[in-house]
């Protein structure tokens, strides 16, 4: 039994994203400047979220049962749209007018945006019921990740302040889950089974 590699990759990411939610609390509330860097980095803490979600997923996949797979894909798809929309807003709106920006919110963009939503709170819910259940990850930091994920999913639904706090305790939960990937062990390859030989 050997560390893996895929785990130590995933954890990474893991620990990556937490920093970069962290880093996106600050700026969004004025502890950090907007610059170019904090502004081009924005988007990267969901990808390098749906990085280490598929690590932790892999880790409990023995235990997690079909709830675990589909909170997982739910979970993933989830990240994936919310890293779409981060990218969109940092990359794309600023280089529109507000009276776009506006329009593009009040249709089928904005729809798409509230589909990613309910898909995250979807995912983050289901997930961490099974993580819970798999009994392999820390129960507190999947506790701190769902309860830090529900407004992070609902980000234009609450206020401002309720999304930052809710953004810092998932990412004290993606942490804490990915420390635990950091020393996960793989599993030994079973032993090829033998043939009798029969004179």
Request: glycine share 12%; no cysteine.
């Amino acid at each position: 039994m050997r560390p893996s590699a895929l785990y130590r990759a995933s954890a990474t990411a893991g620990f990556a994203s937490a920093v970069l939610l962290v880093i996106n609390v600050f700026r969004r509330a004025g502890l950090l400047p907007e610059t170019t860097l904090t502004h081009a980095i924005a988007p990267f803490g969901a990808l390098t979220g749906l990085l280490a979600i598929t690590g932790l997923y892999l880790l409990i996949r023995g235990t997690a049962g079909t709830l675990g797979l589909i909170g997982y894909l739910l979970n993933a798809a989830g990240l994936a749209g919310a890293y779409a929309i981060e990218y969109i807003l940092h990359y794309v709106f600023p280089l529109l007018d507000g009276a776009k920006v506006t329009e593009l919110l009040a249709g089928g963009t904005g729809r798409a945006f509230l589909v990613t939503s309910v898909v995250l709170l979807a995912g983050v819910v289901t997930f961490s019921a099974a993580a819970l259940r798999a009994g392999t990850l820390p129960p507190l930091g999947v506790i701190l990740y769902a309860v830090g994920m529900i407004p992070g999913a609902l980000r234009n639904m609450v206020p401002l302040p309720v999304y930052l706090i809710g953004l810092a305790v998932a990412a004290a939960g993606i942490a804490w889950m990915s420390a635990r990937l950091w020393s996960a062990q793989e599993e030994a390859a079973p032993l090829p089974s033998q043939r009798r030989v029969t004179a």
